[in-house]
């Protein structure tokens, strides 16, 4: 893991992996004896732990009131908000999409999101923030990607042509399956509009595939089993 100061700073002397070209997030104050790791390809935060991460809200209206109301999802986005610029995030608000709120035994309140760009969600794209029983932010991690911008937004490979390179990648007819467009980004690589092309709902297995909407590069192919619900008695 890499020390607090050499993450945050853009081009530390003496820090390994300080990157010129980096955000600078030098403003950003973390509780002392805060511990993070950030995603080696995008610099984003991949895991960030620490007494109190929420500490400098305390005087933020929207954080308070949410802390008050007992609600979760409010204290999580007023925090993201707060530290955009360390999640490498333009606007979580509108970003990060509530997939569930978890409590566990230990009164712990997990609030999970997945990442999007307008209408378009970001494939295995997830961050999640950590509340103790107090709720207040004990942690943060995820897998997703800075801010996505600059990709073309209008495809040239219309659904059916997807489902034709589909069918032809997996082997399988594929008429009945869907079709979606998405952000493909992953790592370091430039974002771009793709068409994820899933089997038929009532197909046990297959693969899911993404392909680039513009060219029909296959950019990931993975298996997609589901389990098979027992009939009611």
Not at 23 to 29: F, G
Not at 44 to 72: Q, Y
Not at 162 to 181: H, L, N, S
Not at 188 to 193: I, Q
């Amino acid at each position: 893991m890499l020390a607090l100061g050499c993450f945050l700073a853009a081009a530390a002397p003496g820090c390994a992996g300080a990157r010129d070209d980096g955000p600078k997030r030098v403003e950003a104050k973390l509780t002392e004896g805060a511990v993070l790791k950030p995603d080696p390809e995008n610099q984003t935060v991949r895991f960030l732990r620490g007494p109190d991460l929420s500490a400098e809200l305390e005087a933020d209206p929207a954080f308070s009131a949410a802390r008050r109301a007992g609600d979760a999802e409010g204290v999580a986005r007023a925090y993201l908000q707060h530290y955009a610029e360390l999640f490498r995030l333009d606007d979580p608000r509108s970003e990060l999409s509530l997939v569930r709120v978890d409590l566990d035994r230990f009164g712990t309140t997990h609030v999970r999101f997945e990442q999007r760009i307008g209408a378009y969600p970001i494939p295995g794209a997830n961050l999640n923030v950590h509340l103790d029983r107090s709720r207040r932010v004990a942690m943060a991690n995820g897998v997703y990607v800075p801010t996505p911008k600059g990709f073309e937004t209008t495809p040239k490979l219309s659904e059916a042509d997807a489902r034709a390179i589909a069918a032809r990648e997996t082997g399988a007819p594929c008429d009945a399956c869907a079709v979606d467009a998405v952000v493909f980004a992953e790592g370091a690589s430039e974002p771009r509009l793709a068409w994820r092309v899933a089997p038929p709902a009532d197909r046990l297995d297959g693969s899911e595939v993404i392909l680039d909407a513009q060219d029909g590069a296959v950019l990931r192919k993975q298996p997609l089993a589901r389990k098979q619900q027992r009939a009611a008695p």
